[in-house]
């Protein structure tokens, strides 16, 4: 899918298509509304409904649906009346109503082919893909050249993976139509998703030539550097696109982006307040917690409260951010109570790692076109808590500086008879180090895998002498596995009888039976990091996670490889390569099977 606006929070993808489709809350859209309501027959609805446009175009979306609804209460045939609440409603984040609003105003309004246009962008927006290119396509059977049918026409079709034709598209507009911003936009985001910098780059800038006040543009640019590494160009980018007036949708995911990027130079404290914003209703990834609990407010005493933390965002992500659950501990002291709803795959292990909490599991559904979270025990009524909070909100309260993360190692506890299982396994291959390896994620599409190097980039790591290396790989590998054999002759163990994806409790104790994990921050690596494996962890230049450090602070044990520039893996590999013939030489320091520390 092309990509808007990049958001790289861990498991977090980017946003969607709907972020370069323009909005039905632009003021091109509500000139169009506003010139609409001359046809009104019913004059009296009139100054309610311009009311209502002009609180749109102010962001105040609340108030201008109320006005809609009594302007709908006095002449319920208003289809402009219904368009304008649909808006409203939309931009208020409630797609349901939003969606049969729309409908009601395509009834009333049958020839009105901008309904179509915002329809299909509201279809976009609830992952409504294929019946959004339906009405784009039906859009411009009415306006056959019309840009911003093209546009989302072009973005319907790469929402379900049809880049290269939708590029196609675009670019056959372009050449009869130069001049729309908004089209090389989309296009350079397009080209970007196949991996293209330099053309991206060119056509944003070019986007930019044309019109220099496309907000969409400055951000989309400035999430290219904070892509290729290079966080503070992006964020003066991120800055200026962000002093222009915005939908509220697009503001949250601006802000929420400046926040990483703020994170990625070591501006934590303001990072983390802006990264708040990825739980505003406005933010197109925002979850939807469905818990009817006060929420804690950072900087609240937390001495005594019964408090519910749910993980959230990806796997690895959880594990991540339960670096703070020692500190969370220690305040409540011993008349608080801490409850943890976590995925259900980790809750053995996060059982085992912290007994005096309380662990439950959360869901996640999807409801028009939102995620959202709940955590049964609670709806069922078998739990009670005073507050509750997303388990990443808590990092502003304990994670102020860099030097604010402890130097404890490990704080996930693997089952000890699960270790000495596997050691006993791995003791039955040759007598060498045992090396963990992880190349990929699970999670590759938004552009993600430009984060990760090919697997032919493991080439000299995989060439050193006298080391096993062991799959630590969930998901399909088997290519891999194959290509290591027959091109570079080596065989990549794969342990018997474990789910990888599945059995993450034995996966850890696995983990921590080896001498070493190398590999990308996936949700394995930070399991075996978060439970004191010795890791050496790879990233690439600019990663927010590393907090504008030269080190990795979530894990002091961790040691941090990453690229001098985008892409430039091949020094990065040597590296690693050379140290592991250096740590695993005669009276290498990381290896000896006798020397590692027992869980």
Known sequence: ?????????????????????????SSDALKLLSEGLAEQKNRRVVPLLERAVVHIKAHEPEKAAALALEALEIDERSGIGWHILAVAQEACGDFNTSLSCYEAALKLLPDDPD????????????GMHPIAEQLFLHFLSRKPNDPEG????????????????????????????????????????????????????????????????????????GSLWFDTGDPRSALREFESALKRPLAADEKAMMTVTRGLAQLATGRITEGWRNYEVRNDIHFPEAVYFAIKKPKWEQGAPLAGASLLLVGEQGLGDEV??????????????????????????????????????????????????????????????????????????????????????????????PAPERVAYWREILDAAPTRPKVGLLWKSAVLKGGRNRFFSPFDAWEPVLRTPGVTFVNLQYDDCEAELQLARERYGVEIWSPPGIDLKQDLDDVTALSCALDLVIGFSNATFNLAAAAGAPAWLIAAKGAWTTLG??????????????????????PVMAKIAADLRAEFGVGGSVGSRSGRRDK
């Open 320 to 413: 991540m951010f339960a670096n703070i659950l020692p500190d969370v501990l220690e305040s409540l002291g011993p008349e608080g109570r801490l409850t943890l709803a976590i995925e259900p795959r980790l809750a053995p292990l996060m059982s085992r790692s912290f007994p005096t909490v309380r662990v439950e599991t959360h869901r996640t559904v999807s409801a028009a076109g939102r995620t959202v979270r709940l955590v049964p025990a609670l709806e069922a009524g078998e739990i009670e808590v005073g507050c509750w909070s997303p388990m990443a909100s808590l990092l502003g309260q304990f994670r102020s500086w860099a030097e604010d993360f402890p130097q404890r190692t490990g704080y996930l506890q």
């Open 115 to 126: 309904i179509l246009l915002n329809l299909g962008r509201l279809a976009i927006r609830m």
């Open 1 to 25: 899918m092309p990509e808007a606006y990049k958001t790289p929070v861990g498991g977090q993808g980017r946003g969607g298509a709907a972020d370069l489709m323009g909005s039905s809350a």
């Open 549 to 570: 450090t030269d080190r990795y602070p979530w894990y002091p044990q961790v040691r941090l490889y990453q690229t001098a520039a985008y892409a430039e893996w091949e």
């Open 150 to 221: 093209i546009n989302n026409l072009a973005l319907a079709m790469a929402s379900q993976g049809h880049n290269q034709q939708a590029i196609s598209l675009l670019k056959d507009f372009i050449s009869r139509h130069p001049t729309y911003a908004n089209l090389w936009n989309s296009l350079a985001s397009m080209v970007l998703e196949e991996g293209d910098i330099e053309n991206a780059k060119m056509f944003y800038r070019e986007a930019l030539r044309l019109s220099p006040r496309l907000a969409r543009a400055r951000y989309n640019l």
